[in-house]
């Protein structure tokens, strides 16, 4: 399109000389008309009007022309924003079998997990799932189940991240997670030097990372001891593209 409109202009300069001018508005519905002047100039007069989104132009009849078709071509609708449905999936990795099933959606995965790690059991502790336009980022927070509870104080899951881009490569689509932090805000007992008293503070504990996926895939992100117990969280990440 670039190249057509490139000879349109070329051609349309030539004619500017022996043409007598004539003028004409160009009521625009997308483009920026200051852009479009920018582009049209060389062919004749234009004024462009941001408010009334309006392009006047004052041209000989060849050039008017070639201005109608280049902005029958740049003046289109911008493509369609696409959002990105970011699923993450915090579960706990046990000494002893879970008591409690896993969704059906997780044994996949759990299969896998068994095959990196020694673990007797794997239950899910929290999920959360996070829409956002393509390339712009998220988070969310909420409370775990079957967290550490200190003084009525629970557990409290934190997710974020920078981006969310889509991936285009030579397998169809992939999805990249820019900046990706989940942690656990986990509630403690803390005494100070000469208090008669002890306090609930937060201890902060989390995985940083960047991930590429396929989409639709789950992938497991990563492994920490969040809590202090003789548990692991196991971070588990899966994306897709909403049309």
Do not use: W
């Amino acid at each position: 399109m670039k190249r057509c409109a490139i000879l349109l202009l070329f051609a349309a300069m030539s004619c500017l000389r022996a043409e007598e001018p004539t003028g004409q508005v160009f009521q625009l519905k997308y483009a920026d008309p200051n852009q479009l002047r920018e582009v049209l100039s060389a062919l004749g007069k234009v004024d462009a009007n941001s408010q009334l989104k309006t392009l006047t132009v004052v041209t000989g009849h060849e050039a008017m022309l070639a201005i109608e078709k280049l902005i029958k071509q740049f003046d289109v609708p911008p493509p369609p924003v696409r959002n990105i449905d970011v699923t993450i999936y915090l579960m706990s990795a046990l000494p002893a079998p879970a008591t409690t099933a896993l969704p059906a959606e997780m044994e996949s995965v759990v299969k896998q997990l068994k095959s990196m790690f020694s673990y007797k059991g794997y239950q899910l502790i929290d999920t959360q799932v996070i829409r956002v336009r393509a390339g712009q980022g998220g988070e969310a927070s909420g409370v775990v189940n079957n967290g550490s509870s200190v003084g009525g104080a629970q557990t409290i899951s934190q997710i974020k991240f920078r981006s969310a881009s889509i991936v285009p490569d030579e397998r169809g689509q992939g999805i990249r997670i820019d900046q990706l932090r989940v942690g656990l805000k986990v509630p403690i007992r803390v005494t100070a030097p000469g208090a008669a008293q002890t306090s609930v503070q937060f201890l902060d504990t989390g995985i940083f990372t960047d991930v590429d996926i396929r989409e639709n895939q789950k992938v497991v992100v990563g492994k920490a001891n969040m809590d202090g117990s003789d548990r692991a969280s196991i971070v588990v990440l899966t994306a897709k593209v909403v049309e």
